[in-house]
């Protein structure tokens, strides 16, 4: 247990030691799932993306940062950041999710030098995602849809980061099969949906990934997107069913690309059980960073974090082509 000081109404270890939560498993796949998938993946590689870059909006840590927008699927337009090399050409490039609370700017350094990034908003969410029809507040945005697989966001959310994948790549041509994938919380989650299927991605670090073992989330309180389903799914179980196609853990299965997976031991809002269920299930080699704490300020904080970066360049260093 960590013994970090609180005032939530429930353990945010929710009473699991570190053995404990390298035993959690994943829940069984769903009939149809891998179809589900192959189905949304195929459409959305018909989708021309049409990416347009705005002026330079910033330019440190030996980059220059634009503005972008792109097409989704279901006519979406979405905005977000591209990220180029200052000087020569990009060796590496990386598609960049982002947690639930959206994002303001784009994240720097990345993990390699002479690197290339999109880091797109998805979906429905601020500051450059925010579209017609869909909530843009986490507690809303997470039920967005939720009735059937086919409407619910997060598919949706999916198919933007396949999207902002071929933006990047016609916006720089030499980073074929040369990409790498970065999520947090939310990023995590949906990078894990999104990896089974895309061959574009040779490598990927997901850290406090959510949307693991949904049947074990459900049981759990917490402060993040998941309290909203666990309060819906009370009062609806049929949304069981649904989310079932978005489980985080059972994606992993089919990873076999490199995953280095930064999981917590202590996260109100992620819980990790569900984060450790992900790293768990993963296919391909992988590596676990066990992190103190997600979603939390703590002494170790600044320390962790400069770590886990050393160990994301390393890491990609070692699997990325380029």
């Known amino acids: 247990m960590t013994g970090l000081a609180h005032d939530f109404g429930f353990d945010p270890t929710y009473g699991y030691d570190l053995d404990r939560l390298l035993a959690v498993g994943a829940p069984a796949e769903p009939a149809g799932f891998a179809a589900f998938w192959r189905e949304r993946y195929a459409a959305a590689l018909a989708v021309d993306p049409d990416p347009v870059l ?3 909006e910033d330019k440190r840590d030996g980059c220059r940062v634009l503005g972008v927008t792109f097409s989704s699927v279901g006519g979406v337009r979405l905005g977000g950041w591209v990220v180029l090399p200052d000087a020569g050409p990009a060796r590496h490039g990386f598609v960049v999710g ?3 609370g959206g994002r303001e700017a784009a994240r720097l350094p990345l ?3 002479h690197a290339a990034a999109i880091q797109p908003c998805v979906r429905g969410l601020p500051e450059r995602g925010r579209t017609p029809g869909i909530p843009d507040t986490t507690a809303e945005h997470v039920l967005h849809g939720i009735g059937s697989p086919e409407t619910y966001v ?3 959310c999916v198919a933007d980061l396949w999207c902002a994948a071929s933006a990047l790549r016609q916006l720089v041509p030499e980073l074929a099969g040369r990409l790498g994938y970065l999520g947090e919380s939310l990023g995590g989650g ?3 949906l999104a990896l089974p299927w895309d061959d574009r991605f040779a490598a990927a670090q997901l850290t406090v990934p959510t ?3 949904q049947p074990l989330r459900l049981t759990l309180e917490c402060v993040g997107s998941g309290e909203s389903v666990r309060r819906y799914a009370a009062r609806h179980r049929e949304v069981t069913e649904v989310l079932a196609y978005f489980d985080a853990a ?3 299965r089919r990873i076999t690309v490199p995953t280095l997976v930064g999981a917590a031991l202590f996260d109100p809002s992620v819980p990790p059980p569900g984060q450790f269920a992900v790293h768990n299930a993963l296919a391909g080699p992988s590596r676990l960073a066990v992190l103190t704490a997600g979603h939390f300020d703590h002494p170790d ?3 962790e974090t400069a770590a886990l970066a050393t160990a994301t360049g390393r890491f990609f260093a070692r699997h990325l082509p380029g």
């Open 54 to 56: 705005g002026p330079v």
């Open 98 to 100: 982002h947690g639930y």
């Open 111 to 113: 993990p390699l030098p």
């Open 154 to 156: 997060l598919g949706g």
């Open 190 to 192: 949906l990078g894990a």
């Open 211 to 213: 949307f693991g073992n």
């Open 250 to 252: 059972v994606a992993a």
């Open 301 to 303: 904080l600044d320390r």
